[in-house]
């Protein structure tokens, strides 16, 4: 299973989700919610034999070191599993990387005026969450997704995320047969908001299941 960040609640949706194992995750940035689960990876290193792979880019490394610093320090674990075994990977926003066979497309977004983070395209599937703007270039690489995921955080509009209106003007650009709308917060009513959706685009829910074409 490939992982696309590691939230807070990471355990809390593994275990909902029954998932027995993370072989790698991508990181699209570097923010707390996006982060701060990292340490429920540490159990996955006895099913993988060996440290699980993360896939970043240099910045989102250097906050992954500074911020779980206990699991890079140079000293023998008291027992196993007391710390988790992560392998750093870089990656970068123009050029395509493969994770466990499966050839994974960068997408740079803007998350506001001054901040860089990704989203990923997988064959058919794309996922850029967290963003306000998408570059002409990046909109390229989306061609052709048949299942798009876009955030789309409340009504209001925000400086750093696409509200609901600017979320589906980008879905209807993009083309794709399904758009899910996720990054969602407490001011949106699900079922109203979902009813009110044009047809294709509709609100993300936990346990959603997509098939992808690689």
Same mark, same amino acid.
């Given at each position: 299973?490939? @992982?696309?960040?590691? #939230?807070?609640?990471? %355990? ?5 989700? /029954? ?18 689960? !990292? ?8 099913? &993988?034999?060996?440290?699980? #792979?993360? =896939? ?9 070191? /500074?911020?779980?610093? =206990?699991?890079?320090?140079? %000293? ?5 599993? +007391? ?9 970068? #926003? ?5 994770? &466990?066979?499966?050839?994974?497309? #960068? ?18 599937? +794309? =996922? ?14 989306? /061609? ?8 789309? @955080? ?33 001011? @949106? ?7 009110? @959706?044009?047809?294709?685009?509709? !609100?993300? =829910? ?7 074409? &690689?």
């Amino acid at each position: 299973m490939i @992982l696309v960040d590691t #939230p807070p609640d990471l %355990r809390t949706q593994l275990l909902r989700e /029954k998932i027995p194992l993370v072989h790698a995750v991508v990181f699209t940035h570097e923010h707390a919610d996006h982060l701060f689960g !990292l340490d429920d990876l540490r159990l996955f290193p006895f099913r &993988l034999g060996g440290p699980v #792979p993360l =896939y970043c880019e240099p910045h989102v490394e250097a906050r992954i070191r /500074k911020s779980f610093d =206990y699991a890079f320090t140079e %000293r023998v674990p008291t027992h196993p599993g +007391a710390t988790p075994q992560l392998e750093c990977r870089t990656i970068g #926003p123009d050029e395509p990387f493969d994770v &466990l066979g499966v050839s994974v497309t #960068p997408i740079p977004l803007k998350h506001g005026p001054n901040f860089n983070v990704l989203g990923f395209r997988f064959g058919d599937f +794309a =996922y850029c969450t967290d963003a306000n703007e998408i570059p002409p270039s990046s909109m390229e690489r989306l /061609k052709g997704v048949k299942t798009f995921v876009v955030g789309a @955080l409340r009504h209001k509009p925000h400086p750093t995320h696409f509200n609901v209106e600017q979320a589906v003007e980008v879905a209807r650009q993009v083309g794709a047969q399904q758009t899910w709308l996720t990054h969602i917060c407490h001011d @949106l009513d699900h079922g109203p908001t979902t009813q009110s @959706l044009p047809d294709g685009i509709d !609100l993300a =829910y936990d346990g959603l299941r997509v098939d992808i074409r &690689l």
